[in-house]
T-cell receptor, first 114, second 114 residues
Framework: AQTVTQSQPEMSVQEAETVTLSCTYD???????LFWYKQPPSRQMILVIRQEAYKQQNATENRFSVNFQKAAKSFSLKISDSQLGDAAMYFC???????????FGPGTRLSVLP | DAGVIQSPRHEVTEMGQEVTLRCKPISGHNSLFWYRQTMMRGLELLIY????????DSGMPEDRFSAKMPNASFSTLKIQPSEPRDSAVYFC????????????FGQGTRLTVV
């Protein structure tokens, strides 16, 4: 079974600074997908970034980037130039190649300090 | 596409009543997931379907919970009878696998059982 771990229940960052959220996972699959989702107080689950395990290049989406270390089964999220609107719960998730086994970590609550 | 659509957005019911939550996945997605989110337990996977067939229902808390997917465009999660401890936000998500995978959530249903 796939498992996802986020070891940081809470993090804080100063506005305009950079923060990294950690995620580790365990899977026996060779092909899979990894995601970071953001959940603001509105509770909507918003896809932040997506990484295919077969791609060595780290995914980037504007101020969001990942550090994907396949051998270490690590998938951290870096948020650059943090903004007040980035404050939210962040969930790391894995999904197998068939679109099944969609497993989430416990989440990290990010606060952005003005 | 309008995304994953859940209804109702909010539901308040009395203990002992039957509750039915509904989900319409994104067209073309072949897997559908039901999650329950609470402060205490985080995001729990209840059940998921692949091509309308239930694959894993090990997360369903007890026999009071049941889920169906009669066709590719509709799924229900039913609680009968409901109890106050069922109060939570229930999310539906749909994914597609094979080569290009995307995974999106509905806006959730906030259920309150009084």
């Amino acid at each position: 079974a796939q498992t996802v771990t986020q070891s940081q229940p809470e993090m804080s960052v100063q506005e305009a600074e950079t923060v990294t959220l950690s995620c580790t996972y365990d899977t026996s699959e060779s092909d899979y997908y990894l995601f970071w989702y953001k959940q603001p107080p509105s509770r909507q689950m918003i896809l932040v970034i997506r990484q295919e395990a077969y791609k060595q290049q780290n995914a980037t989406e504007n101020r969001f980037s990942v550090n994907f270390q396949k051998a270490a089964k690590s998938f951290s999220l870096k948020i650059s130039d943090s903004q007040l609107g980035d404050a939210a719960m962040y969930f790391c998730a894995s999904l197998d190649n068939y679109g099944q086994n969609f497993v989430f970590g416990p989440g990290t609550r990010l606060s952005v300090l003005p | 596409d309008a995304g994953v659509i859940q209804s109702p957005r909010h539901e308040v019911t009395e203990m002992g009543q039957e509750v039915t939550l509904r989900c319409k996945p994104i067209s073309g997605h072949n897997s559908l997931f039901w999650y329950r989110q609470t402060m205490m337990r985080g995001l729990e996977l209840l059940i998921y379907f692949n091509n309308n067939v239930p694959i894993d229902d090990s997360g369903m808390p007890e026999d009071r919970f049941s889920a169906k997917m009669p066709n590719a465009s509709f799924s229900t999660l039913k609680i009968q009878p409901s109890e106050p401890r069922d109060s939570a936000v229930y999310f539906c998500a749909s994914t597609t696998g094979l080569r290009y995978t995307e995974a999106f959530f509905g806006q959730g249903t906030r259920l309150t059982v009084v």
